[in-house]
């Protein structure tokens, strides 16, 4: 439904468009609600330097983005959600002067790959699982890991969360406490991989808005506190080929049709060419390690939570049927950037064909010798490298968002890898806070 600027808004209400860039970081412009209809056909100004703004927003410049030229933020008035008190929020799209898409707009590189499966004759839905940290909350004395009692002395936080949820019409089906301190999570319902990318956007707006009026501060750092439970933000997909689910009612392992196996299998081979994407930034590999559920296992298994493809079957207890969640994304990713990707490396095994890999049915660390699982890349050097040289990247993005991005990701490993993980981690606990 298309959004209609009418006699209920007053002087002060407000439209937010925001887009994604290449460090994961939310920025945004907000125009007088009068003027919505500005925002939806000319849009608001933004330098190509937007595209190349690293974590601390310093500037990596490259030959394609510097201080010359100028691109809009457009939004639609029918993405437009309410925030509450007087605030609407959309999804901006980056686009030239003259209203086409700018090549360095990632939501409109998840919109591409989702035409490319669809012109294959494929559909995906994705689910985002976001976890965050609460700071000034409780302490550790009052705190266990997925206990009632975590969940029930932030009553009032998730009470105000679901009602603003209600409002802004953000599908959240489930909050609980994780494992860290004071760390809990919140899963949306899956939607088709643009959608649910907005989704994700607007549901860290909304958990950081609702932190906030409670006296916390959310984090989204994949690692908010050194030695502490690092945040991830898996990703649940599935596909289907007309109205027939791929990931089951097949011949396969747990009922995967080949093509099921073949998305698998691509994930798996496109890993380490996407883990910039994923789980590139600076503090990224501190939770990408065995034993931290971050699926840093290249492999993948039954309900297997080490293992980078954790495979969700079709079962009374799953009512949305057979998925694969992607464990390991964490909040520092473009979810625009990393769906794509990951439905870009599905679609390329399919059409590959790709055999599926044997299953892993067991903690992936207590592998060794011949039967011993790759992990994914963790130091700069090779996961800088792997994305650059990837064709499968270039393929999906085209060579704007890899050059951004490779410039991004350069330079805070340059600037922050070496220094003392304390120090890092407190510089960036809310860098991917909205």
């Not at 932190?211 to 502490?228: E, I, N, Y």
Request: contains cysteine; glycine residues 10%.
């Amino acid at each position: 439904m298309e959004f209609v600027v009418g006699n209920d808004f007053g002087p002060t209400d407000r439209i937010v468009g925001s887009i994604v860039d290449m460090a994961g970081i939310s920025r945004a412009k907000v125009l007088p609600i009068a003027r919505l209809s500005t925002f939806v056909d000319a849009g608001a100004g933004a330098s190509p330097s937007w595209s190349v703004f690293c974590v601390d927003d310093h500037l990596a410049f490259t030959p394609s983005f510097s201080v010359v030229g100028d691109l809009r933020l457009r939004i639609d008035a029918g993405d437009v959600r309410n925030l509450g008190d007087g605030t609407y929020w959309a999804p901006a799209c980056l686009t030239e002067q003259d209203g086409t898409p700018s090549l360095a707009c990632t939501r409109d590189a998840l919109r591409r790959v989702t035409t490319r499966l669809a012109e294959s004759g494929l559909s995906a839905r994705i689910g985002h699982e976001i976890e965050f940290t609460l700071f000034d909350a409780a302490t550790a004395e009052e705190w266990s890991a997925y206990g009632l009692n975590a969940v029930l002395a932030h009553d009032e936080f998730f009470a105000r969360l679901l009602a603003a949820a209600a409002t802004a019409e953000l599908p959240i089906e489930q909050v609980h406490a994780e494992a860290g301190l004071n760390q809990f999570e919140v899963s949306l319902a899956p939607a088709d991989p643009v959608t649910a990318a907005d989704d994700a956007v607007l549901a860290r707006a909304l958990i950081s808005r609702t932190a906030r009026a409670q006296g916390l501060r959310a984090s989204f750092s994949p690692m908010p506190v050194a030695a502490g439970a690092g945040n991830g933000a898996h990703q649940h997909v599935s596909f289907a080929e007309g109205d027939r689910p791929i990931l089951s009612g097949g011949p396969g392992p747990h009922g995967l049709t080949d093509a099921g196996g073949a998305a698998v299998a691509g994930i798996l081979r496109a890993l380490p060419e996407f883990t910039a994407v994923l789980a590139g930034s600076a503090l990224s590999h501190l939770r990408l390690r065995p034993g931290m559920w971050s699926g840093v296992a290249r492999c993948w298994g039954l309900e297997n939570r080490e293992a980078a493809v954790r495979l969700c079957t079709d079962t009374a207890g799953n009512p949305h049927g057979a998925n694969l969640e992607i464990k390991p994304v964490d909040p520092s990713a473009n979810p625009y950037l990393s769906g794509a990707a990951i439905l870009g490396a599905a679609h390329d095994g399919i059409a590959g064909e790709l055999p599926l890999p044997d299953e892993v049915s067991v903690d992936p660390a207590n592998l060794a010798g011949a039967h011993a699982v790759d992990l994914l890349p963790t130091l700069p050097s090779d996961v800088l490298g792997a994305f650059e040289s990837s064709a499968l990247a270039r393929d999906l993005f085209g060579p704007l968002i890899v050059e951004a991005l490779t410039a991004v990701k350069r330079y805070e490993h340059a600037e922050y890898r070496n220094k003392p993980v304390d120090e890092v981690a407190q510089r960036f606990r809310y860098a991917w806070t909205s």
